[in-house]
């Protein structure tokens, strides 16, 4: 069965430390994999795109890999900060004809201590 | 200015009532979606229209009716609701990669 596994449901880091969250899938072929941002009673904001022929991405404090072998993304957040704080999404887009069709995985929330 | 509007953001209303969900988008995108997000957070897509044509159900009940009267409008109808609809409902929008999501509409059947 096809599945969006994203590291866990939590993550909590200390100011300052750079976090690393996971996205694992199987039995799918994306063409792009994305990054989208939620906080609570808002709907997501994109963050970044990755192409499955690309293998880092960068902007700003964000950067994100594509590990098209392992079937898998990272994302990371350094020299984090309390603003940092929200559900992070992972989305493959298998882009069929004329659409970008996402398909989430189950969120990370990440909480950011001072 | 809102890139992507959904109106009402608060419905509550009884089982086997016919309800309707409005978005509009302002971005000029060819491309816009319907998700629904249920009480554990997880975000599912439910339709695509491109220029005015539906390109995706993804095994939606047909209860559900998605509506494209033009390029920048799509609204969802909602016929004979069910507990199980509750959930919040996200609209979107894209030109090309990346999605421009509304603020939710917050449904809740009794």
């Known amino acids: 069965s096809q599945k969006i596994e994203q590291n866990s449901e939590a993550l909590n880091i200390q100011e300052g430390k750079t976090a690393t969250l996971t996205c694992n899938y199987t039995?799918?072929?994306?063409?792009?994999l994305q990054w989208y941002r939620q906080d609570p009673g808002r709907g997501p904001v994109f963050l970044l795109l990755?192409?499955?022929?690309?293998k880092e991405k960068r902007k700003e404090r964000l950067k994100v890999t594509f590990d098209t072998t392992l079937k898998q993304s990272l994302f990371h957040i350094t020299a984090s900060q309390p603003a940092d704080s929200a559900t992070y999404l992972c989305?493959?887009?298998?882009?069929?004809?004329?659409?970008?069709?996402?398909?989430f995985g189950t969120g990370t929330r990440l909480t950011v201590i001072p | 200015d809102t890139a992507v509007s959904q109106t009402p953001k608060y419905l509550v209303t009884q089982m086997g009532n016919d309800k309707s969900i409005k978005c509009e988008q302002n971005?000029?995108?060819?491309?816009m979606y319907w998700y629904k997000q249920d009480s554990k957070k997880f975000l599912k897509i439910m339709f695509s229209?491109?220029?005015?044509?539906?390109?995706i159900n993804e095994t939606v009940p047909n209860r559900f009716s998605p509506k494209s009267p033009d390029k920048a409008h799509l609204n969802l109808h909602i016929n004979s609701l069910e507990l199980g609809d509750s959930a919040v409902y996200f609209c979107?929008?894209?030109?090309?990669?990346?999605?421009?999501f509304g603020p939710g509409t917050r449904l809740t059947v009794l």
């Open positions: 979107a929008s894209s030109l090309s990669g990346f999605q421009f």
């Open positions: 039995n799918y072929s994306p063409a792009y």
């Open positions: 990755i192409r499955e022929n690309e």
């Open positions: 989305a493959l887009d298998l882009l069929k004809t004329g659409a970008n069709n996402l398909f």
């Open positions: 971005l000029g995108h060819d491309t």
């Open positions: 229209y491109n220029n005015k044509e539906l390109i």
